[in-house]
């Protein structure tokens, strides 16, 4: 499949005309020279927009099972791309040849998984309550619910996973599940990868006969043609990953709009590891290299990389930083995402060592050559320290970490109800240590949208149980999810019928059920698979 630098509006491929940009390669530090990406502006917002306006009714009202195939359509052109799309990205990201087919399985996986959620039916929430004419002292209408979208959904890329958090990522999908179109902002770090993906969904869109304004991809410079698109009146929700800065600024444009709408943003998180007694007493030595192992996963780009790890001081929590401190002094330095991302983190990793009483431990390898390349750092502190300094509470994206010393369990609870809200919480325990992890455990309910045990948080499962998501400001509203299942619950919302004739209802509260759906039926869930 060719590039043209051109964006994908409904069926049309437009050149933008607000000046152009190339894609860029981290690993060699310079521009792909072909080809030129013409930037939208405004005008090419409201041309999206306005084709998702006319497609809305259309798309929504489809039958499930023509919404289902479409999005297997996609997750099929996307595999039909081939290795030319893997072959983009990685020039793109210098993210690896196989963490790249990786995240395509993932991707075409979540397009399969909210197809079967379509098909199920269920996200559509069906209940009806009958009429209860006699009821005294007075009568009961006849009241049915169900779920229908909330409108055109803007979608941004994300940088650090350009196939499953971008034109085609998990918001996308859940939003075309709920039976809403997208436009899609793509990242300027993935443009040539953004086009092949949004090329796939447009033939997708063509090839399921569906209204060309389902689907529409955008390139914009800067921050206009973004603000562009949350202020628009059309869009009615926003998927969003990234950086905090930009979550919140997109968040303020949504809320001042004459009808705010939400913004579903995943911001900030350093996942915080709780190494406790018993476990650091029989493991240290191997929590230490696992743990090392996902502190470096993917030059540590991940939004549940594990950013603070905290611990009662004693000779086995030496054990551990010792196994940690030697697996990372032989990580390789490894290439990061953009020249930004790069800078950041150097700037993060300054602003720490910058800390009285943070004691620099282990280094990886050197970058040497290498452009834009980590070196892994683990830092050492303590607890006091910890509280009295806001910026080692700051998030560095990338192969970094600090190991916070605890006197107590007194106070690691202390710093586990200091700590913002967070996407996990991992804790690494024995038996032995049940009654301190369920001392702990309300404080990180409170805390964290996904807890687990004697594990590492890199890595989350597209299913129906996942929880990617958390309170602020790991997300802007810790009541969802952006991966897994109930992603979809972001783009919809309730409506009921009251004493509409059978008729005139959805087909999904017909009084026959002719979808053949399980619903709740006066009270009682009524379950017909």
């Known amino acids: 499949m060719n590039l043209y630098g051109e964006m994908l509006i409904g069926f049309a491929s437009v ?72 072959e983009r990205a990685h020039a793109e990201t210098g993210l690896s040849v196989a963490r790249l087919q990786g995240e395509r399985s993932r991707t075409v996986g979540q397009l399969h998984l909210f197809a079967r959620v379509v098909r ?11 009429a209860q004419p006699e009821r005294q002292p007075l009568p009961r209408a006849d009241l049915r619910l169900a779920k229908v979208p909330l409108g055109p959904v803007a979608v ?36 040539g990868t953004s086009e092949l993906v949004g090329r796939a969904i447009q033939k997708a869109v063509r090839d399921c006969g569906l209204p060309e304004g389902v689907f529409s991809l955008l390139f914009g410079a800067g ?12 869009i009615k929700a926003v998927g969003f990953t990234g950086s905090r800065q930009g979550g919140l600024a997109l968040m303020r444009i949504a809320n001042a709009r004459p009808e705010p709408i939400p913004v579903y943003a995943e911001m900030s998180s350093i996942n915080p590891v709780f190494l406790f007694p018993g476990a650091l007493a029989r493991r240290a030595e191997a929590i230490g290299k696992g743990f090392a192992d996902s502190l470096t996963l993917g030059v540590g780009q991940f939004c549940t990389n594990p950013g603070l790890v905290f611990a009662v001081d004693g000779p086995d929590l030496d054990r551990f930083v010792d196994s940690a401190a030697q697996a990372l002094s032989t990580k390789s330095a490894q290439t990061m995402l953009t020249p930004g991302i790069f800078e950041a983190f150097c700037s993060g990793t300054r602003a720490v060592e910058g800390v009285q009483g943070v004691r620099k431990v282990a280094q990886g390898q050197a970058a040497g050559a290498l452009a834009n390349a980590a070196e892994a750092s683990l830092y050492v502190t303590d607890a006091k ?36 809200g967070q996407l996990t919480v991992t804790l690494q325990i024995e038996p032995d240590d049940y009654p301190h992890a369920r001392r702990l455990l309300p404080v990180l309910e409170r805390k964290a949208g996904r807890i ?38 972001r783009f919809l919302r309730p409506i009921c019928y009251q004493d509409l004739p059978d008729t005139l209802l959805p087909e999904v509260v017909k009084e026959g059920n002719p979808l053949g759906l399980s619903r709740i039926v006066d009270g009682e869930l009524i379950c017909t698979r």
């Open 15 to 86: 050149r933008g005309t607000e000046g152009v940009r190339r894609a860029f390669n981290p690993a060699i530090n310079a521009e792909i020279a072909v080809p030129e990406f013409g930037m939208g502006g405004a005008a090419e917002v409201e041309r999206a927009a306005r084709l998702a306006e006319r497609a809305f009714d259309t798309f929504r009202n489809l039958p499930l099972e023509e919404r289902a195939r479409f999005l297997e359509a996609i997750a099929e052109n996307i595999v039909d791309t081939g290795e030319a799309l893997i």
């Open 120 to 130: 199920d039916g269920r996200f559509l929430g069906a209940t009806v309550d009958h």
């Open 156 to 191: 941004f890329g994300a940088s650090n996973f350009p196939l499953a958090f971008s034109v085609a990522g998990g918001d996308t999908a859940s939003a075309f599940a709920a039976g809403a179109p997208v436009i899609v902002k793509a990242h300027g770090a993935h443009l």
């Open 223 to 234: 921050r206009e043609l973004g603000e562009a698109l949350v202020a628009h009146p059309t």
């Open 385 to 420: 320290r910890l509280l009295a300094a806001p910026e080692l509470e700051s998030e560095m994206f990338g192969p970094a970490s600090i190991v916070v010393r605890a006197t107590n369990i007194e106070e690691l609870v202390e710093v586990a109800e200091h700590v913002e």
């Open 452 to 489: 687990l045990a004697n594990g590492f948080p890199t890595g989350v499962e597209v299913c129906h149980a996942m929880v990617h998501g958390g309170p602020f400001p790991s997300t802007s509203n810790a009541m969802f999810t952006s991966v897994g299942a109930t992603a979809i619950e």
